[in-house]
């Protein structure tokens, strides 16, 4: 990870959970990290113990509404201003309702989209260009996919979120072929956990804390710094390998 030292990542859903964890890790290890979500407030208080914790690095809060691509386009251009540009974006930002397919809103299924499909890719070609124009050569972009991006499980409430995760699947792999089209060797990778101990599903059942509860009883959950572990082992790959894929679930 030494070359990443002071440089600039941006990771999406930085307030709770995986992003969080990755926002810390990183900041640990050296990197300059713009921490995005629409609850800053969180971020703040993160990035106060990382400063209280002597960490190398530091971890910059940005208010970001990832439905708004107006908003996006503004914090990358925050970003370019104070910082230069994006060298790693990590699109970690997602979120599932429980809309079935034979009865759920329409509304649900478009804010899912808007979040896990369409900020994903914005933040993916504002990365790159701003890579591009900087003449950065071996950025990354990481996105934090699920095992419901691969296989379609049996739960209803999950069905139309496994099917942004499969457009995540299907995105990350665009990207590879697109970049190395271009002949460049920024590199794109997807990272696929199973069940993470998070809010998600707090928030995915948030009427039903009895279905959350059993889910956790059911399967052991991965945690957080899990997923951190496995960013920063793809980071720290030598610039000529790519990580195409880390698909994993606890045992």
């Not at 974006?89 to 329409?106: D, S, V």
């Not at 499980?153 to 457009?167: E, G, I, S, V």
């Amino acid at each position: 990870m030494e070359r990443w030292r002071g440089r600039v990542a941006l990771v999406t859903g930085a307030s709770v959970g995986i992003g969080a964890a990755l926002a810390v890790e990183l900041v640990r290890l050296g990197m300059k990290v713009v921490g995005c979500a629409r609850d800053v407030g969180k971020i703040q208080k993160l990035a106060a113990e990382c400063q209280s914790a002597g960490h190398p690095g530091v971890l910059v809060p940005f208010k970001c509404d990832l439905t708004k691509e107006e908003e996006i386009l503004a914090m990358f251009a925050a970003i370019k201003e104070q910082h230069k540009g994006v060298d790693v974006c990590i699109n970690n930002a997602g979120l599932g309702q429980p809309e079935p397919l034979l009865n759920g809103k329409t509304s649900g299924w478009k804010n899912m989209m808007d979040v896990n499909v369409l900020a994903l890719s914005i933040c993916a070609r504002e990365a790159y260009q701003s890579m591009k124009e900087r003449n950065v050569d071996d950025g990354h972009i990481i996105n934090i996919n699920s095992v419901g991006g691969h296989h379609v499980y049996p739960f209803p409430d999950l069905h139309f979120y496994m099917a942004t995760k499969f457009a995540v699947t299907a995105l990350t792999e665009g990207l590879r072929q697109e970049l190395r089209a271009e002949k460049t060797h920024i590199r794109a990778t997807s990272i696929s956990p199973g069940l993470v101990d998070t809010e998600f599903a707090s928030r995915l059942h948030s009427d039903e804390p009895e279905k959350v509860a059993a889910l956790y009883s059911a399967l052991r959950p991965l945690k957080p710094k899990d997923i951190a572990s496995a960013v920063t082992y793809v980071l720290s790959a030598p610039p000529h390998v790519q990580v195409g894929d880390i698909n994993f679930e606890a045992v």
